[in-house]
């Protein structure tokens, strides 16, 4: 298969520029990206029961879409879905396919915001390219296995696996906030439902349950810095935004004039 070839190379000479430590480093076109999140997908779909409830389902894809159109992010082919697990925890692969575990939606408890702010979040370590980007050296070398057939053989589960602990730096997850306050806020979302979410997760690492949140939710601790971070650019993103309505409102009705 050329998928397996062409990300082979790619691998290869990305380990031998030192991976992570190249951070503006993508090596991966968006043809091959998306090619690897369909083949992760598929192998995290084997691995985990893909909810079939219509009003979760509905729930998640509605929110998905939603944020995609209204920010013009239709350069990938998003999908949205829901695990059957009770983790806490939501994924982004490659190229697009995302996934939010049961386990968060019932610790959003219906907020709406909350959840979005959370999938706004996945939709931006896609856009970025957190994921082919961001990769070590060592899940780089699992995936060369895995793709490049040229080591053991491995089980849907660990390939799974594989996409499930992809950890991203600092840097991208602060660019993930940024941008998942804006597309939420955008698409008509309170943006605070993300602040609101990460209290949350401080909540439970603060009363000893934090095993429940799979490990990268949990890459980088959830620092007051991180979260005033986030709060100034809620307030930021809320002017600039009214800033623009205003101007647009004011030009159509010099337009009427």
């Not at 389902?57 to 209204?70: D, F, H, K, P």
Request: aromatic share 8%; with cysteine.
């Amino acid at each position: 298969m050329r998928m397996k070839t062409t990300f082979a190379v790619a691998a290869i000479a990305l380990l031998a520029m030192g991976g992570a430590g190249c951070k503006n480093t993508n090596l991966l076109s968006k043809d091959e990206e998306i090619r690897i999140g369909r083949e992760g997908a598929a192998e995290v779909e084997k691995a985990y029961p893909v909810s079939t409830n219509p009003s979760d389902v509905q729930l998640v894809e509605s929110i998905g879409q939603r944020i995609v159109a209204t920010n013009g992010l239709a350069g990938w082919p998003f999908t949205f879905k829901v695990l059957e697990t009770r983790d806490v925890n939501a994924v982004s692969l490659p190229g697009g396919p995302i996934y939010v575990f049961r386990g968060l939606i019932d610790m959003t408890d219906g907020d709406i915001d909350e959840l979005a702010g959370v999938i706004a979040h996945e939709i931006a370590h896609v856009e970025h390219r957190h994921v082919a980007k961001a990769y070590s050296k060592s899940v780089l070398t699992d995936l060369l296995i895995i793709f490049g057939t040229s080591g053991t053989a491995t089980t849907a589960a660990d390939v799974a696996n594989i996409f499930m602990q992809a950890r991203f730096s600092r840097d991208a997850e602060y660019e993930a906030d940024r941008f998942a306050i804006r597309y939420a806020y955008k698409a008509g979302y309170d943006p605070n439902g993300l602040v609101r979410f990460f209290q949350k997760l401080r909540r439970l690492e603060r009363q000893g349950r934090g095993d429940i949140i799979s490990n990268n939710l949990r890459t980088h601790p959830l620092t007051e810095a991180r979260m005033e971070a986030a709060e100034r650019e809620i307030e930021k993103t809320v002017k600039q935004v009214t800033q623009i309505e205003e101007s647009a409102f004011l030009n159509a009705l010099k337009r009427q004039r």
